[in-house]
């Protein structure tokens, strides 16, 4: 019935990784590239957590 008034689990996942995305850019241009595919594995994880999410549904 209220349905609507829940959050989606995906949408906060969505926000994290575009958040994630922006840092790996800057920390790409700073030169830290080990970081970088940290962050970037980090990014590709939540890309994986978020399919599954939007499969499930």
């Not at 019935?1 to 700073?30: G, I, W, Y």
């Amino acid at each position: 019935m209220f349905s609507f008034l829940k959050s989606d689990p995906a949408k906060k996942l969505e926000v994290k990784r575009k958040k994630l995305l922006e840092e790996a850019m800057r920390t790409q241009r700073s030169g830290d590239l080990k970081l970088y595919a940290q962050q970037m594995a980090a990014i590709d994880q939540l890309e994986k957590e978020i399919e599954a999410l939007q499969a499930g549904k």
